[in-house]
């Protein structure tokens, strides 16, 4: 897929609206995924999509093929959603968790025999809940930074320059998330116990 993007910068760069268009499809849902990862609803990570793509075009001409094409988009994602989220009153950011993108939670209630009791269904559904609320209480930059290292598998180092923090800080605020998480969860590990 490197090999793609790469043909499709070089012509996207040279005018060529069809291979941006052709970026934008390869790479529209784990931006979506990202973006509603960061801000919690559909609505706000639509238009953190836009606002990345639009960016992404703009920018296309400071792209430098060091890194991948995904990362450098990935780090604009972030920064839009930050950028979302930090705009929005703090009400509104304490309203994290709308229903999620079709197919985003589904595997939080299935088994993996692929039977789900009415039980498991009432877990998964109260564990949703309950990891949306803790989510919503993060700060911008823990939200992100815990994101980026539990939902999307990144390194610390990754983080601390998407975030622009040190090791140490980066370390911090995915320490604090994980904390708040536990703390948020606690009340229902009890009851997963039972159900096994």
Known sequence: MEDADVAAVRLARAGDSSAFRALVERHSRPVFRLAYRVTGNQQDAEDVVQETFLRAWRQLGRFESRSSFSTWLHRITVNCALDHVRQRPRSAQLAYGDPGPEGENA???A?????TSPDRLAFSAEVRQRVASALGELSPAER???VLRHFEGHSIEEIGRTLGLRTSATKHSIFRAVQKMRRALEPVTGWAASLD
Do not use: E, I, K, Y
């Not at 088994?111 to 039977?115: E, I, L, Y």
């Open 144 to 146: 992100t930074a815990f």
């Open 111 to 115: 088994q993996a025999d692929g039977v």
């Open 107 to 109: 595997s939080l209630g």
